[in-house]
T-cell receptor, first 111, second 113 residues
Framework: QQPVQSPQAVILREGEDAVINCSSS?????VHWYRQKHGEAPVFLMI???GGEQKGHEKISASFNEKKQQSSLYLTASQLSYSGTYFC????????????WGAGTKLIIKP | DGGITQSPKYLFRKEGQNVTLSCEQN?????MYWYRQDPGQGLRLIYY???????QKGDIAEGYSVSREKKESFPLTVTSAQKNPTAFYLC????????????FGDGTRLSIL
């Protein structure tokens, strides 16, 4: 079942912070975060693993609450380059290594 | 540099025609995936392959076919049975197993003539 992302869209001024949420109804092995700019391929940002380990981006942080099957992506002091659509992908415990993708959160950063 | 190459970048299909989208990777990844993305939407899995000569249907496999004869290559054929093929198609690859990031090609944009 598709994870639910919120909000669907957010508009910020440069330098402001944003939080994007991803919520699943299934038990998860991990949550992946990707950013896609218009007309381009998604780019990997971060993986959050069961047990608290994180792998990924230096300037973007995230959390993973395993009990609630929820992850949040924190974008602090946003830059114009952060604009794009953010997708979470969840690995469920019985998923045969597939990622189940959320519908995306569109982030617009204004100068 | 290692990466994934998709070709062509733009493709036009006539009524009743099958078309094949190419995906080649030199990352030595076992797992490869095909996704469809419609405007303003997320990624939907068409087919995936965890190993050569083996592949599984994703959520929207009807009207599509794939082959995996070589580790590096995972071509996708959009058949005439796919009545609404206009979309952005993305190929990805990863190391096989859990907790592995997927690496994407630049995509192929398919339209109906």
């Amino acid at each position: 079942q598709q994870p639910v992302q919120s909000p669907q869209a957010v508009i910020l001024r440069e330098g402001e912070d944003a939080v994007i949420n991803c919520s699943s109804s299934k038990a998860l092995y991990s949550v992946h975060w990707y950013r896609q700019k218009h007309g381009e391929a998604p780019v990997f940002l971060m993986i959050l693993l069961k047990g608290g380990e994180q792998k990924g981006h230096e300037k973007i942080s995230a959390s993973f609450n395993e009990k609630k099957q929820q992850s949040s992506l924190y974008l602090t002091a946003s830059q114009l380059s952060y604009s794009g659509t953010y997708f979470c992908g969840t690995e469920e415990e019985d998923s045969n290594y597939q990622l189940i993708w959320g519908a995306g959160t569109k982030l617009i950063i204004k100068p | 540099d290692g990466g994934i190459t998709q070709s062509p970048k733009y493709l036009f299909r006539k009524e009743g025609q099958n078309v094949t989208l190419s995906c080649e990777q030199n990352l030595n990844h076992d797992a490869m995936y095909w996704y469809r993305q419609d405007p303003g939407q997320g990624l939907r899995l068409i087919y995936y392959s965890q190993i050569v000569n083996d592949f599984q249907k994703g959520d929207i496999a009807e009207g599509y076919s794939v082959s995996r004869e070589k580790k590096e290559s995972f071509p996708l054929t959009v058949t005439s049975a796919q009545k609404n093929p206009t979309a952005f198609y993305l190929c990805a690859s990863s190391i096989r197993g859990f907790n592995q990031p997927q690496h994407f090609g630049d995509g192929t944009r398919l339209s109906i003539l």
